[in-house]
């Protein structure tokens, strides 16, 4: 019988990233993609029922590139603390699915975890448009899939 690897948490992964090499930066978004992340919504939430469609995420920018937003997200509801009173209106913080996370990713944004904050990853535009297509395909199978379960009312 083969032995199964533990699964390393995101920030665990992070830590251990050594710089931009290609094999980090595999390790990082396969959990990234495996693992539940904490956002800041500008509303309450519980994270598993379908969110208001008015609720919004909070974006950072991308360092220099000040014009490019990048949804903020957080390994731990601690990380998120950096942010405080200064992140109003966006004062909730929520752990999520992170494929959820890549639902909210805005046309060219990206994603940045733990912004000013140490370990940090930054998912450039085009990864992150990777993973919000993937993502709206899976939600999509799933609505698919769940509706074909649903009975059908024949002869009402």
């Known amino acids: 019988m083969s032995e199964q690897k533990p ?12 710089g931009n090499d290609e094999q980090s930066i595999r390790a990082v978004l396969r959990a990234f993609v495996q693992s539940r992340v904490f956002v800041k919504t500008d509303q309450q939430w519980d994270g598993k029922s379908f969110p208001r469609s ?6 950072v920018s991308d360092g220099d590139n000040i014009e490019r937003p990048m949804v903020a997200v957080f390994t731990s509801a601690e990380y ?18 992170a494929a959820w996370v890549s639902l909210g990713v805005p046309e060219n944004g990206g994603i940045m975890v733990n912004p000013n904050s140490a370990p ?15 993502a709206t395909k899976d ?14 009312n024949i002869g009402q």
């Open 7 to 18: 699964v390393i948490s995101l920030e665990e992964t992070l830590k251990n990233a050594k």
């Open 80 to 97: 998120s603390n950096v942010y405080g009173q200064e992140a109003a209106p966006f004062t909730h913080t929520v752990e999520v699915d």
């Open 120 to 134: 940090n990853f930054r998912i450039g535009p085009e990864v992150a448009g990777v993973l919000r297509d993937t």
């Open 139 to 152: 939600m999509e199978m799933k609505r698919v899939t769940r509706s074909a379960k649903q009975p059908k």
């Open 54 to 59: 008015d609720m919004r995420l909070m974006l």
